[in-house]
């Protein structure tokens, strides 16, 4: 069985979501996990840790590192 480990930490589920389409589009299977206990009746939304393969972490560190560097949010004028 394949360990899963933590390639990122969203600060919410829209962040979350986000770092998984990155990961589902450079072909790395991804899963969420709450970083922190929740109240089942509690409706915040919490921190999220993204997990990949242990076999894949590299390769999700780059997908993400490449899609998320803050120079592309740079426009030139």
């Given at each position: 069985m394949t360990e899963f480990v933590q390639v990122a930490l969203a600060e919410d589920i829209?962040?979350?979501e986000e770092l998984q389409t990155i990961l589902n589009q450079a072909g790395i299977a991804s899963e969420l996990e709450p970083a922190v206990e929740h109240h089942p009746s509690g409706n915040e939304d919490t921190p999220q840790k993204v997990l990949v393969a242990e076999d894949s972490?590299?390769?999700?560190?780059?997908a993400i590192e490449a899609l998320t560097?803050?120079?592309?949010l740079v426009s030139d004028a």
């Open positions: 829209a962040e979350a972490l590299e390769a999700a560190q780059h560097d803050p120079d592309e």
